[in-house]
C-alpha cells in the first residue's frame, strides 16, 4: 500500500489529453513539493515535473503539473505512443522522515 | 553530460551481504545528495535513502524496511556512491538504481526531486 495515491492506469487515443491525480496528506504533498517521473521498466527513470509545477528543461510543454491541498495532477495533452509508460507522483513525508511514490500509473495511448 | 551507472548487481543467498556502487560522471559529485531506489519485479518505484553531501554532514537516511540492514556511504574522490546491502532477504529482489538528489533545507535538508538516474543493477536473491 503507498503512502500516495494513484490510478492504476489511464489510457486515451493518441492527441487527447490525460490527467493523472495523486493523493496524499498534510504530512507529504500538503506541506512539502510534488515531482513526477516517467519510467519504462529497463530504463531510466526521468523527471518530469518538480516543484509541483516546473518543467526540467528539455520537457515538452505537453507537460503540466499542478497542486491543489493533499493532491497533485499531473496533465499530457497531444498524446504519442511514446508517451506509454509509468508515471509516479513522489514526495518527501516529514512525519515518516521518507521519500514517498504513488504506486504509479500506466498510461496506455490506444 | 550528466551520468550515472550502477553496478555490483548478481544473484546471492538469503543472509548473505552485496555491495552496489554508483559511479557518476559530468557534474561534481562531491556538491550533491545522492539517492538510492529500487524496483521489485511487478511492482512500483521504492526509495532505499538517500546521503547528504559534505556540506550538509554526509549523513543518511533509511526507509523501514532496509533500515538496520542497508548502509549508503560516498567517496567523492571516486565520485562513487555505495549501497551495502546486509542481511538480504528474498523480498530485497529488485532492480537497483541510483539519482542525484536536489536538497531543501528547513530544520532539517532533505530531497525534493531527482533529476538524474541511472538504468539500474538487478539483485537477485536466491537460495
Known amino acids: 500500500q503507498s503512502v500516495l495515491t494513484q490510478p492504476p492506469s489511464v489510457s486515451a487515443a493518441p492527441g487527447q489529453k490525460v490527467t493523472i491525480s495523486c493523493s496524499g496528506s498534510?504530512?507529504?504533498?500538503?506541506?512539502?513539493?510534488v515531482s513526477w517521473y516517467q519510467h519504462l521498466p529497463g530504463t531510466a527513470p526521468k523527471l518530469l515535473i518538480h516543484?509541483?509545477?516546473k518543467r526540467p528543461s528539455g520537457i515538452p510543454d505537453r507537460f503540466s503539473g499542478s497542486k491543489s491541498g493533499t493532491s497533485a495532477t499531473l496533465g499530457i495533452t497531444g498524446l504519442q505512443t511514446g508517451d506509454e509508460a509509468d508515471y509516479y507522483c513522489?514526495?518527501?513525508?516529514?512525519?515518516?522522515?521518507?521519500?514517498?511514490f504513488g504506486g504509479g500509473t500506466k498510461l496506455t495511448v490506444l | 553530460e550528466v551520468q550515472l551507472v550502477e553496478s555490483g548487481g548478481g544473484l546471492v543467498n538469503p543472509g548473505r551481504s552485496l555491495r552496489l556502487s554508483c559511479t557518476a560522471s559530468?557534474?561534481?559529485?562531491?556538491?550533491?545528495?545522492m539517492s538510492w531506489f529500487r524496483q521489485a519485479p511487478g511492482k512500483g518505484l521504492e526509495w532505499v535513502g538517500f546521503?547528504?553531501?559534505?556540506?550538509?554532514?554526509?549523513?543518511?537516511e533509511y526507509a523501514a524496511s532496509v533500515k538496520d540492514r542497508f548502509t549508503i556511504s560516498r567517496d567523492d574522490s571516486k565520485s562513487i556512491a555505495y549501497l551495502q546491502m546486509d542481511s538480504l532477504k528474498s523480498e530485497d529482489t529488485a532492480v537497483y538504481c541510483c539519482?542525484?538528489?536536489?536538497?531543501?533545507?528547513?530544520?532539517?535538508?532533505?530531497?525534493?526531486?531527482?533529476?538524474?538516474w541511472g538504468q539500474g543493477t538487478l539483485v537477485t536473491l536466491s537460495s
Open positions: 516543484d509541483n509545477d
Open positions: 539519482a542525484r538528489a536536489l536538497l531543501a533545507c528547513g530544520s532539517a535538508c532533505y530531497p525534493y526531486f531527482f533529476d538524474y
Open positions: 513522489g514526495g518527501w513525508d516529514y512525519s515518516l522522515s521518507a521519500w514517498v
Open positions: 546521503i547528504r553531501s559534505k556540506a550538509y554532514g554526509g549523513t543518511t
Open positions: 498534510s504530512s507529504n504533498i500538503g506541506n512539502n513539493y
Open positions: 559530468g557534474f561534481t559529485f562531491g556538491d550533491y545528495a
